[in-house]
C-alpha cells in the first residue's frame, strides 16, 4: 500500500498525497465499472446509450490516462536516475565550469587551417549544442551560464551545419551587461542588418575579430565601432583583423591604408589606447602618428609592408609609448632596403620596453631582422627566432638577394644578443637542401649560449647534422648552450644512434624532446606526420632516458612560437 513518507518535506508530501488520493479515485472508478452494466440496466438505462458512453471512455478519458501515467512514470524514472547520478552532485557552478572547458577547448590544428576563426566559431557551437541534447540537467547548466553564449558569429555565408541565427538571438537577447565577442566573417561588404547588429551592440563588444579579403570592409566596420557614441561608453580591449587579401604592389598605397583620412586616423587612435591587445595580419595604418597607452600589452603583426627599413623606426616609436607591453610578435614583416644599412646609429631609433616578457620575430629578411634588433635594446625579455632562408639575404625593391649569404653575417648580428628559443625552417619539402650547411649550424649554435629551446623542422638530419648539433664537453670558457628542449619535426634521414649522442652530449640540460617524421600520406586536406617506425626504437629509448618524450606531428608548436591565435574570448 502507498503511504505518506516521514520525516515531512511539503514537496514530497503534497507528491506522495495526490498520489493517494490518484489511487483512491482509480479503485473507486475501477469498482463502479464493474458495476456500471448492472447498475445501468436496473435503473432503466438503454444498452445502446451505455455502449455510447463507454466507447467515449475508451477512446478519449483511458486514452489520456494511460499517457499521462506513462508519462509520470518516465519522468519519474529519469528523475531517479538523474539525482543518483555522481554527475548531478556536481554543483552547477563546477558543471558549467566544465562545460566552458570543453566548448572553448583549444581547437584541433591537426587537420586544419590554424588561422580559420570561422571553423573555430562553428566548432565552438558544434560543442554547445551537443552539450544541450544530453539531458536537461546539462541543458538548464548550459543555457544559464551567459559566457557560453558570449560569440557573435556574423557571416555572410549561410552555415548550413550549425543554426547560427538561432544561436545569435540567443547571444544578442541576453542581459545587456553581458561581454560579447564578436566574430565576422565577411567575404562581402555588411549588409544593413549585420552593420545594425554591431551598431546596436558596439559597447557590450569586450572582443572583436574580423575575416575579410577587403580593407573597405575593415575601414567600415572599425568605423562603426570608432562612431559609437551610445550612453554606454566601448568597452572593447581586444581586436584582432586578418585581410586575407595581400597588397599589389611592392609598397602600400594609399588604397591599401586602412584609414584615408586624418579624423578617420584620429578616430581610430582614440579607440587603439583603450585596447591590451591587437592583432593584425595583411592590415595596413600609418604609424608615424599612432600613440598607444599603457594599456596595451599584447601586439601580433603578420605579413605587413613597412616600406623601406626606416618605416621600422616608426612602429617601434610608436610601440615606445605602451609602457606595459608584454608580448610583440611580428611574423613575416617585409621591409626593403635601399642601400646598404645606416653606418650612423643616429639613423636607428633606440627603443626600450622595460616590461617586454617576449619578442618573436619569424621568417623575416637580414636587413628587416638587423634594423629590428639593433633598434630593440632591452634585453631583459625572452627573445624566440624563426630563422629561415630569408635571414641570409637582403630586401630590395627589385628582388631579393640571388644567392645566400654566410650565415656569419647573421652570428654577428645574434653574437650580442639573448636568444632563448630558435626555429630553423626549411619552410617546404619542396626546397632542395637545408638552410644551413653542418659547419653553419654549429657556427650559429656556438653565438647563441643562451640557446634553451631549439626546434628543426623539415631537415634531412643526417650524421653531419647530429654532429654539429653535438654539444662539446663543457668547460670554463664554453660558449655552447644548455639545451632544454629539442624538437625535430617532419625529419628525414634521421640516424638513431648519432641522435642518442646528441642527447647525452645535453644529459646535464635537456628535459624535453619531441619527434616527428614525415608521413607518406600527404593530400591537399590532410597532412599527417609521425614518428617513422624506423625510429620507434630510437622512441623507446628516449622515453627511458629523457624526463619528457612527445611524438609531434606537422602543426606542432611550442609556446615560444605561437603566432596569431583567433581564441582571444
Given at each position: 500500500?502507498?503511504e505518506?513518507?516521514?520525516?515531512?518535506?511539503?514537496?514530497?508530501?503534497?507528491?506522495?498525497e495526490?498520489?493517494?488520493?490518484?489511487h483512491k479515485t482509480?479503485?473507486?472508478?475501477?469498482e463502479?465499472?464493474a458495476?456500471?452494466?448492472?447498475?445501468?440496466?436496473a435503473?432503466g438505462?438503454p444498452?445502446?446509450?451505455?455502449?455510447?458512453?463507454?466507447d467515449?471512455?475508451?477512446?478519449?478519458?483511458h486514452?489520456?490516462l494511460?499517457?499521462?501515467?506513462s508519462q509520470?512514470?518516465?519522468t519519474?524514472s529519469?528523475?531517479r536516475?538523474?539525482?543518483?547520478?555522481h554527475?548531478?552532485?556536481?554543483?552547477?557552478?563546477?558543471?558549467s565550469?566544465?562545460f566552458?572547458?570543453?566548448?572553448?577547448?583549444?581547437?584541433?590544428l591537426?587537420?586544419r587551417?590554424?588561422m580559420?576563426m570561422?571553423?573555430?566559431?562553428?566548432?565552438?557551437y558544434?560543442?554547445?549544442?551537443?552539450l544541450l541534447?544530453?539531458c536537461?540537467?546539462w541543458r538548464?547548466a548550459?543555457?544559464?551560464r551567459?559566457s557560453?553564449?558570449s560569440i557573435?558569429p556574423?557571416?555572410?555565408?549561410?552555415?548550413?551545419?550549425?543554426?547560427?541565427n538561432?544561436?545569435?538571438k540567443?547571444?544578442?537577447?541576453?542581459?545587456?551587461?553581458?561581454?560579447?565577442s564578436?566574430?565576422?566573417?565577411l567575404?562581402?561588404?555588411?549588409?544593413?542588418?549585420t552593420?545594425?547588429?554591431?551598431a546596436?551592440?558596439a559597447?557590450?563588444f569586450?572582443?572583436a575579430?574580423l575575416v575579410?579579403p577587403?580593407t573597405?570592409?575593415v575601414?567600415?566596420?572599425?568605423?562603426?565601432l570608432?562612431?559609437?557614441?551610445?550612453?554606454?561608453?566601448?568597452t572593447?580591449?581586444?581586436l584582432?583583423?586578418y585581410?586575407?587579401r595581400?597588397?599589389?604592389?611592392?609598397?602600400?598605397?594609399?588604397e591599401?591604408?586602412?584609414?584615408?583620412?586624418?579624423?578617420e586616423?584620429?578616430?581610430?587612435h582614440?579607440?587603439?589606447?583603450?585596447?591590451?591587445?591587437?592583432?593584425?595580419?595583411n592590415v595596413?595604418?600609418?604609424?608615424d602618428?599612432?600613440?598607444?597607452?599603457d594599456?596595451?600589452?599584447t601586439?601580433?603583426?603578420?605579413e605587413v609592408n613597412?616600406g623601406?627599413?626606416?618605416?621600422?623606426?616608426?612602429?617601434l616609436?610608436a610601440?615606445?609609448?605602451a609602457?606595459q607591453l608584454?608580448?610583440l610578435?611580428?611574423?613575416?614583416?617585409?621591409?626593403?632596403?635601399?642601400?646598404?644599412l645606416?653606418q650612423?646609429?643616429e639613423?636607428?631609433?633606440?627603443?626600450?620596453?622595460?616590461?617586454?616578457?617576449?619578442?618573436?620575430?619569424?621568417?623575416v629578411?637580414f636587413?628587416t631582422?638587423?634594423w629590428f634588433?639593433?633598434?630593440?635594446?632591452?634585453r631583459?625579455?625572452?627573445?624566440?627566432?624563426?630563422?629561415t632562408?630569408?635571414?641570409?639575404?637582403?630586401?630590395?625593391?627589385?628582388?631579393?638577394?640571388?644567392?645566400?649569404?654566410?650565415v656569419?653575417?647573421?652570428?654577428?648580428?645574434l653574437?650580442n644578443?639573448?636568444?632563448?628559443?630558435?626555429?630553423?625552417?626549411?619552410?617546404s619539402?619542396?626546397?632542395?637542401m637545408n638552410v644551413?650547411?653542418?659547419w653553419?649550424?654549429?657556427?650559429?649554435?656556438?653565438?647563441?649560449p643562451?640557446?634553451?629551446t631549439?626546434?628543426m623542422?623539415?631537415w634531412e638530419?643526417?650524421?653531419?647534422?647530429?654532429?654539429a648539433?653535438?654539444?662539446?664537453?663543457?668547460s670554463?670558457?664554453?660558449?655552447?648552450p644548455?639545451?632544454?628542449?629539442?624538437y625535430?619535426?617532419?625529419?628525414?634521414?634521421l640516424e638513431p644512434e648519432?641522435?642518442?649522442?646528441?642527447?647525452?652530449?645535453?644529459c646535464?640540460?635537456?628535459?624535453?624532446?619531441?619527434?616527428?617524421g614525415?608521413?607518406?600520406l600527404?593530400t591537399?586536406?590532410?597532412?599527417?606526420w609521425?614518428?617513422?617506425?624506423?625510429e620507434?626504437?630510437?622512441?623507446?629509448w628516449?622515453k627511458?632516458?629523457?624526463?619528457?618524450?612527445?611524438?609531434?606531428?606537422?602543426?606542432f608548436a611550442?609556446p615560444?612560437?605561437?603566432?596569431?591565435?583567433w581564441?582571444m574570448?
Amino acid at each position: 500500500m502507498f503511504e505518506v513518507s516521514l520525516p515531512f518535506y511539503p514537496a514530497i508530501r503534497q507528491w506522495e498525497e495526490a498520489g493517494i488520493l490518484l489511487h483512491k479515485t482509480l479503485t473507486d472508478y475501477l469498482e463502479l465499472s464493474a458495476s456500471v452494466e448492472k447498475n445501468s440496466l436496473a435503473s432503466g438505462v438503454p444498452p445502446a446509450y451505455l455502449a455510447t458512453r463507454i466507447d467515449s471512455a475508451l477512446g478519449s478519458l483511458h486514452i489520456t490516462l494511460g499517457q499521462q501515467l506513462s508519462q509520470a512514470r518516465a519522468t519519474l524514472s529519469q528523475t531517479r536516475n538523474q539525482i543518483l547520478s555522481h554527475f548531478y552532485r556536481l554543483p552547477e557552478e563546477v558543471l558549467s565550469d566544465i562545460f566552458m572547458c570543453v566548448v572553448f577547448a583549444p581547437m584541433d590544428l591537426s587537420h586544419r587551417d590554424p588561422m580559420s576563426m570561422k571553423r573555430f566559431v562553428l566548432d565552438t557551437y558544434h560543442s554547445l549544442y551537443n552539450l544541450l541534447g544530453v539531458c536537461t540537467t546539462w541543458r538548464k547548466a548550459a543555457l544559464d551560464r551567459g559566457s557560453l553564449w558570449s560569440i557573435v558569429p556574423l557571416f555572410s555565408e549561410s552555415v548550413s551545419s550549425v543554426d547560427l541565427n538561432s544561436a545569435l538571438k540567443l547571444v544578442l537577447g541576453r542581459g545587456k551587461r553581458m561581454g560579447l565577442s564578436l566574430a565576422a566573417d565577411l567575404p562581402v561588404p555588411a549588409g544593413e542588418v549585420t552593420a545594425s547588429i554591431v551598431a546596436r551592440n558596439a559597447s557590450r563588444f569586450h572582443t572583436a575579430a574580423l575575416v575579410t579579403p577587403s580593407t573597405s570592409i575593415v575601414r567600415s566596420l572599425l568605423g562603426i565601432l570608432m562612431d559609437h557614441n551610445g550612453a554606454d561608453s566601448l568597452t572593447l580591449s581586444r581586436l584582432s583583423i586578418y585581410q586575407e587579401r595581400e597588397i599589389a604592389g611592392i609598397f602600400p598605397e594609399a588604397e591599401d591604408y586602412v584609414f584615408q583620412s586624418s579624423s578617420e586616423r584620429a578616430s581610430f587612435h582614440r579607440l587603439v589606447r583603450q585596447l591590451s591587445m591587437i592583432q593584425m595580419r595583411n592590415v595596413h595604418i600609418k604609424w608615424d602618428t599612432l600613440t598607444f597607452s599603457d594599456q596595451l600589452t599584447t601586439l601580433c603583426l603578420q605579413e605587413v609592408n613597412l616600406g623601406y627599413d626606416s618605416g621600422i623606426n616608426s612602429l617601434l616609436n610608436a610601440l615606445s609609448s605602451a609602457t606595459q607591453l608584454r608580448e610583440l610578435k611580428l611574423v613575416k614583416i617585409r621591409t626593403y632596403q635601399g642601400s646598404s644599412l645606416p653606418q650612423n646609429p643616429e639613423a636607428l631609433s633606440d627603443i626600450w620596453f622595460p616590461n617586454l616578457q617576449l619578442l618573436l620575430i619569424q621568417d623575416v629578411y637580414f636587413n628587416t631582422l638587423s634594423w629590428f634588433l639593433l633598434c630593440i635594446r632591452s634585453r631583459t625579455h625572452r627573445f624566440s627566432f624563426v630563422f629561415t632562408r630569408k635571414a641570409l639575404r637582403r630586401n630590395f625593391p627589385g628582388g631579393e638577394e640571388p644567392e645566400d649569404n654566410d650565415v656569419d653575417i647573421v652570428c654577428e648580428l645574434l653574437e650580442n644578443i639573448p636568444v632563448h628559443a630558435l626555429l630553423i625552417d626549411v619552410e617546404s619539402l619542396d626546397a632542395d637542401m637545408n638552410v644551413l650547411a653542418p659547419w653553419e649550424l654549429k657556427r650559429l649554435m656556438k653565438v647563441i649560449p643562451t640557446l634553451e629551446t631549439l626546434w628543426m623542422n623539415m631537415w634531412e638530419l643526417a650524421d653531419p647534422y647530429c654532429r654539429a648539433l653535438h654539444s662539446p664537453r663543457k668547460s670554463n670558457n664554453s660558449t655552447s648552450p644548455s639545451l632544454v628542449n629539442l624538437y625535430l619535426s617532419c625529419v628525414t634521414s634521421l640516424e638513431p644512434e648519432a641522435f642518442k649522442e646528441i642527447i647525452n652530449s645535453y644529459c646535464g640540460s635537456i628535459r624535453r624532446v619531441g619527434l616527428g617524421g614525415a608521413s607518406a600520406l600527404i593530400t591537399k586536406d590532410v597532412v599527417d606526420w609521425d614518428t617513422p617506425i624506423a625510429e620507434e626504437e630510437l622512441a623507446t629509448w628516449l622515453k627511458e632516458n629523457v624526463q619528457e618524450f612527445i611524438k609531434i606531428d606537422r602543426n606542432f608548436a611550442p609556446p615560444d612560437f605561437c603566432q596569431i591565435s583567433w581564441q582571444m574570448w
